[in-house]
T-cell receptor, first 113, second 114 residues
Framework: GAGVSQTPSNKVTEKGKYVELRCDPI?????LYWYRQSLGQGPEFLIY????????DSGLPNDRFFAVRPEGSVSTLKIQRTERGDSAVYLC???????????FGPGTRLLVL | DQQVKQNSPSLSVQEGRISILNCDYT??????FLWYKKYPAEGPTFLIS?????DKNEDGRFTVFLNKSAKHLSLHIVPSQPGDSAVYFC?????????????FGGGTRLMVKP
């Protein structure tokens, strides 16, 4: 079956602009996670959704970052007033429930110039 | 403060030999551990996991060992194949966390030479 998909695969933007990154989880998966991977490091947790609600957003670095999952399926990560330090690969993962294995999408590579 | 560490950034092994990747953790609340494999331009792919109630889990060529007292786990791949060349991430979670989010190590790049 289809895995987790993310769009766009690459995004180049200028400092100060707004970006939206989309995640389409595996059908039927109730748990959805966003992670960020900087060059040479492992992924770092950003936010977790159970259904439509953000159950844990403790990993969001500041209030420029926001995510939604209005219908409990597709999620959008929104970054306002982008900074060069936001450049990273943004990974989305989903799992059937919070206790099941997380399956990752291919990521969106964001470059802020 | 890194809670999960992979101290070897890279490892080179001859095809057919054993690959051993190591991981250390500091948070005693972690009770579930996973290994993911990542190819360039792809997302991490789940490989194998182990619960803290076990000390070994095996799946084909892959075996994960957990030493709770030392807060150390390792992934053994035998025999190693060129297609195993990738970056391997160790990850840990604490089931009492609301979200069961994963904490990752920095990764080890494995190169298997034909």
């Amino acid at each position: 079956g289809a895995g987790v998909s993310q769009t766009p695969s690459n995004k180049v933007t200028e400092k100060g602009k707004y970006v939206e990154l989309r995640c389409d989880p595996i059908s039927g998966h109730t748990a959805l996670y966003w992670y960020r991977q900087s060059l040479g490091q492992g992924p770092e947790f950003l936010i977790y959704f159970q259904g439509t609600g953000a159950a844990d957003d403790s990993g969001l670095p500041n209030d420029r970052f926001f995510a939604v999952r209005p219908e409990g399926s597709v999620s959008t990560l929104k970054i306002q007033r982008t900074e060069r330090g936001d450049s990273a690969v943004y990974l989305c993962a989903s799992s059937l429930t919070r206790d099941e294995t997380q399956y990752f999408g291919p990521g969106t590579r964001l470059l802020v110039l | 403060d890194q809670q999960v560490k992979q101290n070897s950034p890279s490892l080179s092994v001859q095809e057919g030999r054993i690959s051993i990747l190591n991981c250390d953790y500091t948070n005693s609340m972690f009770d579930y551990f996973l290994w993911y494999k990542k190819y360039p331009a792809e997302g991490p792919t789940f490989l194998i996991s182990i619960s803290s109630i076990k000390d070994k889990n095996e799946d084909g060529r892959f075996t994960v060992f957990l030493n709770k007292s030392a807060k150390h786990l390792s992934l053994h791949i035998v025999p190693s194949q060129p297609g195993d060349s990738a970056v391997y991430f160790c990850a840990a979670s604490a089931t009492n966390n609301a979200g069961n989010m994963l904490t990752f190590g920095g990764g080890t790049r494995l190169m298997v030479k034909p």
